[in-house]
Structure formats: C-alpha cells, structure tokens
DNA sequence: TCTAATTGTTACAGAATTGTTGCACGGATT
DNA sequence: AATCCGTGCAACAATTCTGTAACAATTAGA
C-alpha cells in the first residue's frame, strides 16, 4: 500500500529534509546521491514515482530522465523533476523528457507531497468497484453507503470497511489479527478485543433490519459474515 | 468520433510538437499562432476543446478566453491554458474568466493528454443537459444563476462551480482531493481544509431553504450530494 | 455442576475529523 | 483613493470516532 519514491537529490541537507517529509506522509523513501546510484537501486527495488533533482553531478538529472523514457520498463514511470525557481530549462527538451510534473526550489514541504499524491493520482487506473448486495443489505462503496430497504444505515468508518470486507469474503472465517491486518491496515497495532467492539458496533448498526445474525461468531476462532444459519 | 481541438500557440517548435502528439492520441489538431487566426478558424470548425497560451501576441489568452465566454455560442466550450510555471499567473482570476484547467509550461505530452481527456471527460455531460434542476433547486449554467422556488440564490463563484460539480455528480461521495480536482482546477495547490470552508459557504447560501441537507458529510472521507436521508 | 476461557457489552478519555468564524490579501469597481 | 467582494488560511469550537479497560454473559470442557 505504501508507495516507494525513489528520490534523486546530490545535497545531503535537501535529501534528508525530503525524505524524512516522505516518512511522515506515509511513503516509502529510496534515497540516491547521484544517478549512477539511482540506477544501481532501481535493479533491486522498483519505485512507484522518482523524484528527480534537475541538477546533478555526472549524469544530469534530464538526461536520467530520458534514458528511463526510452527503457521499456520506466517508460511509464511518473517522474517530479526538483528545479531551481525560474531557472526555465529549455521547454521543448522537457517536453521530450516526459517530466510529470516541475516543483521549483525552494518549494513547501506539502507542496511537494501534494504534487506527488496529484501524480500518482492521475497515473493510477482507477479501480472502481460496484455495490455490493447481500438479501436487501447493500453496500455502495461510490457513494460510501450501507443501505437496507432502501433506508440509509449510518456506521462509523471503521464499520464501513469492516463490512465491505466481510461482503467481499462471505462463508470465510477470519480471526481477530486477519481482520486487523484486512480492516486496520498490516503495521498498526490495536488490540485483538477491539475487533470484538467494533464487531458490534457493526451488529447494532445492522440490527434494526435483522442483519445482525450474518455477522456470526466462531467461538475459539474468529468471526464469519454468512447468510447461512449459525449452528 | 475523434475530438477537434484548436490549438493557440505562437511559437512553432512548440505548436508542432503537441499538434503531433493531438493526432497520435487520436484527436484533430487545429493549429493557430495567434487569437485572430484562432477567431478565424472558429468561423468555420467549431472545436470541442480549445488549448491556449497563456502569452500571445497581440491579444492575450486570458483575453480571449474571456471573449469566449462572453460569446453565447461558445460559452460553454472547454479550456484548458498553457501557462510558463515562472509566469505565475493568477489562477483564481483565470477560473472566473471560466477557464478549465492549466497545464504548466514545460509538460509531459502524456499528462497534457491525460488533462485533455478528464476536461473533456467532466464537460461532456455539463454541456448537454442545460440547466440542472433537483427538487426544485435549479442552476442554470447558461446565465450563470441558481435559483430556489423562484427566488435567486446568491452563490459566489467557487460556490457556483462546486454546486454545478455536485449537481452533475450525486450520489457519489468525493475526497477534497477529488473536489479541489474538479472544482478549483487540476494542478492549482490550496490547502483541503479550504474545501470545507466553501462547503460551508455553499450550506449557508441554501440553508434558507432546507437545500442544505443535499450538501452531506461523510466522515472520514468528503462529502456528497444527495436527496437521500443521511443518516 | 463447576471452572476457566472466550466473547458480549458498556463507558469513557483522548484522538481525529469536521464545523465555524474572523481576518488579511488581492483584484475589481466606484 | 476608497470600497466592496471573493478567496484562502488559521485558529478555535463542536462533533464524531477510536481504542482500551472493566465488567457481564456465554461457552466449552472436566
């Protein structure tokens, strides 16, 4: 889930100042003093989007920019060059560089990680689900919106994707640390019990129209969203 | 059926190179150097979409954006303006003028594309249905007005833009991302808690009404329109 | 039945998110 | 120049959500 960003930056201050803003916006920094180093990394790790100093020493900046446009393999990969304010380069070999997007230095820290969630936003396919509908019970991920009879049910964000899940994976059982690695998110640390709360935070949410008994328990184990009769 | 697009740019290197890339994604390039060669070839074609420098000789490209939208006939045909990123133009100004989206000078040819074919994307629907109408709330996109059981509502621009954004989009829940996206324009950087105050705003103005409880929050992730219940 | 383990339920403090307001700034108008 | 208007931002208030602990209820097994 956490994109990796390869970033290209010969200034030791800027690059770590950048990569520490990485960490915190919940990226995944590959730091590269030079563009000999960039490609020594990018043959281990393949990076979601590079971040790219236009000035660097040996291989300049555009040019890396050009030789991972012409391999086959980068072609598609986005690219944030780093510029010094109105320093212009020449426009029409940044038009051939295929550069995503220009942040000019010195910029703001969320400047950057905008434009950054702005690049990865328009490069990603978007993966559109459809509702989901179990005997009247719907669930709307578009519109974020669990409805039983056509009447809205209102559950908290936690509850909603719990339930999307458990629509998404009926008849299973799942113990509490597989929920909390499907429905938290793999590195956080929650207790198990408080899957229990939100177990039925989501059954009395469902309750009103009877939809509680899917959210079914499994004693010693986990909990199991079904329409088959608890035994 | 391929889009025509009417290309304004006065330098040559430039206008050649991005009417090659129109024909290879599939659109029909009209090239123009300048706003009276531009005005000329709209005598006879009428384009889909028109790109625009931002600086020409002669008359300007705000200039001439705004004659278009002073012009009935073509007030409603997208624009997206090319812009030097030292050039700092003032955006907000230029969304009033009823400009589209701003791609920044130099550019990737995938994400001039990419920008072409959301603009185009977001547009399609507006320019068909006319003026909007929802349980008695009308806008007409037209003459610019919202207007409530007959009595105008007062809605300032960014307002207006957001209530015609939700009107052709309901029932789908929207990130502030995807709001500042679709209302502010594209690569404009403003900070998301910005989207609340004008949500704010927009509540306010159809509050007197009741209209306000179209405008919904979903916690924890954006807002949506919709005449369904929250709850 | 009795006991230990497991699960259900509730309350609550702190965190996170959203609502609301005032204000400075820039552009347009007078 | 004076004023108004729209905009974006920050600061504060209000609301909602979250995780945890504590206690009650239930289950499984001896």
């Known amino acids: 889930m956490a994109k990796t960003?390869?970033?290209?930056?010969?200034?030791?201050?800027?690059?770590?100042?950048?990569?520490?803003?990485?960490?915190?916006?919940?990226?995944?920094?590959?730091?590269?003093?030079?563009?000999?180093?960039?490609?020594?990394?990018?043959?281990?790790?393949?990076?979601?989007?590079?971040?790219?100093?236009?000035?660097?020493?040996g291989v300049s900046g555009i040019e890396l920019a050009r030789r991972l446009r012409r391999d086959i393999s980068t072609r598609e990969l986005p690219?944030?060059?780093?510029?010094?304010?109105?320093?212009?380069?020449?426009?029409?070999?940044?038009?051939?560089?295929?550069?995503?997007?220009?942040?000019?230095?010195?910029?703001?820290?969320?400047?950057?990680?905008?434009?950054?969630?702005?690049?990865?936003?328009?490069?990603?396919?978007?993966?559109?689900?459809?509702?989901?509908?179990?005997?009247?019970?719907?669930?709307?991920?578009?519109?974020?919106?669990v409805t039983a009879e056509g009447t809205p049910i209102k559950v908290g964000p936690t509850e909603f994707r719990m339930l999307r899940f458990f629509m998404g994976n009926r008849e299973r059982v799942f113990t509490r640390s597989q929920l909390l690695d499907n429905v938290w998110g793999d590195n956080v640390y929650v207790e198990e019990r408080t899957v229990d709360v939100h177990i039925r935070r989501l059954r009395k949410a469902l309750a009103p129209f009877g939809y509680d008994k899917l959210v079914q328990t499994v004693h010693g184990t986990g909990y199991r969203f079904s329409t088959q009769t608890d035994s």
Not at 132 to 142: A, F, Y
Request: proline share 8%.
């Open 79 to 145: 690219i944030i060059m780093l510029t010094a304010r109105c320093e212009e380069p020449d426009r029409v070999s940044g038009l051939e560089a295929g550069v995503d997007d220009y942040v000019g230095k010195p910029f703001s820290v969320r400047e950057l990680i905008a434009r950054i969630q702005a690049v990865l936003r328009r490069t990603a396919p978007r993966s559109e689900t459809g509702p989901m509908e179990i005997e009247g019970l719907i669930l709307d991920p578009s519109s974020h919106r």
């Open 5 to 57: 960003i390869l970033l290209v930056e010969d200034e030791a201050a800027i690059r770590e100042m950048i990569e520490s803003a990485l960490a915190h916006a919940g990226f995944n920094p590959l730091p590269a003093a030079d563009a000999a180093e960039a490609e020594r990394v990018m043959k281990q790790t393949r990076p979601d989007l590079i971040l790219l100093d236009w000035m660097l020493p």
